[in-house]
């Protein structure tokens, strides 16, 4: 298991952030999908309550309306008073200009501070596609490694990166490896919760160009997820809300956070996160829109 870096989104410091080349991973057969076995991961019987919050794609490239839409989003999330926030990536729009990139994302940190209004509270967050436009040591100091994984209560909780280099649109290689022998170890976890960026079921603009690119890889994912009696999977990309139920599994699109919005009011184009309560053997999302 990947240890998370637990971030308090007031306290990044940009500054000393330098400039380094993305370097693939090595490539590595995938083993085929086992079947599961009990780990010592959050085990069922874990007591307590959980609260979590999930935002997605807000995109930002500075404007003032978008970010004071950013901070709204932070500030009420701040009063559902979460364990930690998922987000689902495309945090800035991105520039060929390192320095507009950096800038952008001081910009919207700054504008999630709200969030801590309470205490701190970490952010777990998927890297996308216009993240990618910042130096690999920029992301890796905000947000940790691209991918991981950790346990609060009965939960336990993956991070994946959709975005590795060579890998744009698939999990493969050793994210591939890693992320069967997590969810191995995680069985005895009453809940599983991933969150990615790209989609593999996407429903809008971006039907073609996400995981399902590649539907032999979006296929391999979503049988793992499937034997691995994954809970939820949590994805931004489409600037939209839609949940689906596949196989036992449950798909949430939540890129409702600031970006400009692809859809009508009523095929979920409004601005939104998710809070999610965990509560014994059952958990609830619901939809918290922004007005």
């Known amino acids: ?75 009420a999330m701040a009063e559902e008073r979460p364990q930690v926030v998922l987000a689902c990536g495309d945090y800035i729009d991105g520039s060929s200009d390192p320095a507009t990139s950096r800038r952008q994302l001081a910009q919207v940190l700054q504008a999630l501070s709200p969030l801590q209004r309470h205490g701190e509270v970490p952010l777990a967050a998927a890297l996308g596609n216009h993240d990618r436009a910042l130096p690999s040591s920029v992301l890796r100091a905000t947000f940790g490694p691209p991918y991981y994984s950790f346990n609060l209560g009965q939960c336990h ?47 809008s603009v971006h039907r073609g160009s996400s995981l399902d690119k590649y539907p032999r890889f979006r296929d391999r994912l979503h ?28 798909y949430v699109i939540t890129g409702g956070g600031g970006a400009p919005l692809y859809a009508d009011e009523l095929r979920g184009g409004f601005y939104h996160y998710l809070r999610v309560d965990v509560t014994g053997a059952e958990y609830r999302v619901t939809v918290k829109r922004l007005n």
């Open 157 to 203: 909780f993956v991070v994946l990166d959709t975005q590795q280099p060579g890998q744009y649109g698939r999990i493969e290689g050793e994210q591939w490896a890693w992320l069967i022998d997590d969810l191995q170890q995680a069985q005895a976890a009453r809940f599983i919760f991933v969150v990615m960026h790209q989609p593999l079921f996407p429903v």
């Open 223 to 250: 049988e793992l997820f499937v034997r691995m009696r994954v809970t939820c999977v949590f994805h931004g990309h489409e600037h939209l809300y839609n949940r689906q139920e596949r196989d036992g599994v449950t």
């Open 1 to 75: 298991m990947r240890r998370l870096t637990w971030l308090g989104v007031w306290a990044v410091v940009l500054a000393s952030m330098g400039l380094l080349a993305l370097v693939p991973l090595a490539q590595t057969a995938p083993p085929q999908l086992p079947e599961p076995t009990v780990g010592q991961s959050a085990p069922a019987d874990t007591p307590g309550e959980l609260v979590f919050c999930v935002i997605g794609d807000m995109q930002q490239g500075g404007e003032p309306k978008r970010l004071q839409i950013v901070s709204r989003l932070a500030a």
